[in-house]
């Protein structure tokens, strides 16, 4: 993923160079640059049968927390982490025709 998408307006999670990652999930996130909106590219990758899916609302943010008074505005940058990012498919039997899927349709959809 990382090669084939870094052409995009998108970053990718960061893994320090003395680190390596399990990988259970690979998020994405939209820059402010993208001429797309992250509801518009969800929304395009499921239509074409893509699992994608959001992760890591704010815990404040879920229902039970705005009843107790949280308001949104208490973490921005968790809030922002969490309108530009979505995870795209990423699992053991994931087959490189379905990878190249994956790839060739975030490239059709952000442009």
Do not use: W
């Amino acid at each position: 993923y990382h090669q084939a998408l870094k052409t995009l307006p998108i970053s990718f999670q960061s893994i320090p160079s003395d680190c390596k990652s399990a990988y259970h999930l690979f998020v994405i996130g939209l820059l402010e640059t993208a001429p797309i909106t992250l509801s518009s590219l969800f929304t395009q990758m499921r239509e074409q049968g893509i699992g994608v899916n959001k992760h890591y609302i704010p815990v404040y943010l879920h229902p039970y927390y705005q009843k107790l008074g949280f308001q949104e505005g208490l973490c921005p940058q968790a809030e922002n982490y969490y309108k530009r990012s979505i995870s795209i498919p990423l699992f053991p039997t994931l087959a490189e025709e379905q990878q190249n899927a994956v790839i060739s349709t975030l490239h059709e959809i952000i442009k």
